[in-house]
């Protein structure tokens, strides 16, 4: 059983997606999210609430920090419909309460003496794990749709100004027809050059139709959620593991121990 926690000010996620106050969490006890186990919850805190003062917290130490007594329940589903036994008797409906990964563990670490502390797994193969094609595309994509709405501007704006230079540029031919007496030779090389010019013309437009037919569609993009999603992929390669019951007294664990600043002993 895990809450995700704002600090500041004080609250309790409820299941509407709102925060519910310190001080009426009792009273609201029955609206306060539950996250089966801490893996969901630790998601949902990285995609929507990263950078807002906001922790995973088990149920003991919610319990301390909303500082009530009781705990509040999973909701109970209802049962199949009766139906008969193979004795030929009815079953009974019943109600069954949903079977929680995180609570077992908990039960199961109970008689770990209080030490809190335990060895800490580094992140798994991260080739295996983390880069894979699935992950890197995602990111990959992420990556590029954040860079184009950065550049959309300036881009937009580079191509404006190229196409202001090149009718700047067919203004001053159109002066040297009227001004100069030409030559057949000449008049060749600059109909020649006006043609180039108005062939360029014509893609630096297209050019920026088609951009801004990309900034529209990008317009609805949340350039928040996008930066949350990228960030939510880049900490997959930052996953540990703390052992529940494990120290470094087991064979296995004592040549891979997590040693701070990112080593492993030998």
């Known amino acids: 059983m895990y809450f995700l926690w704002r600090n500041k000010p004080a609250a309790v996620l409820g299941q509407d997606g709102c925060w519910i106050p310190k001080g009426e969490i009792q009273g609201k006890i029955g609206h306060i999210r539950i ?46 419909p009766a139906r008969k036994a193979q004795t030929g008797k009815d079953e009974q409906s019943r109600t069954i309460q949903q079977c929680i990964y995180g609570e077992y563990l908990e039960q199961l670490c109970a008689a770990d003496n209080g030490q809190r502390t335990r060895v800490t797994f580094p992140p798994a193969n991260l080739e295996a794990t983390t880069n894979t094609p699935v992950v890197t595309e995602a990111a990959s994509l992420l990556a590029n749709i954040k860079n184009q709405l950065m550049n959309l501007d300036a881009r937009e704006y580079q191509l404006r100004e190229e196409i202001k230079r090149l009718d700047l540029l067919n203004s001053d031919r159109l002066h040297q027809i009227e001004m100069f007496e030409l030559a057949d030779e000449e008049c060749i090389t600059l109909v020649r050059a006006m043609h180039d010019a108005q062939v360029e013309r014509r893609r630096r437009k297209n050019e920026l139709l088609a951009l801004l037919a990309e900034k529209d569609a990008l317009s609805n993009i949340d350039e928040n959620k996008l930066k949350q999603a990228i960030k939510v992929i880049e900490s997959l390669s930052d996953q540990m593991y703390r052992c529940r019951v494990l120290t470094e007294s087991d064979s296995i664990v004592a040549g891979h121990v997590f040693q701070k600043g990112g080593q492993h002993s030998a």
């Open 35 to 80: 996250f089966e186990d801490a893996g969901e919850a630790r998601f949902a805190q990285r995609k929507d609430y990263s950078q807002a003062g906001v922790s995973v917290l088990n149920q003991k130490s919610f319990k301390e920090k909303a500082k009530i007594k009781a705990l509040p329940v999973y909701k109970t589903a209802p049962a199949e």
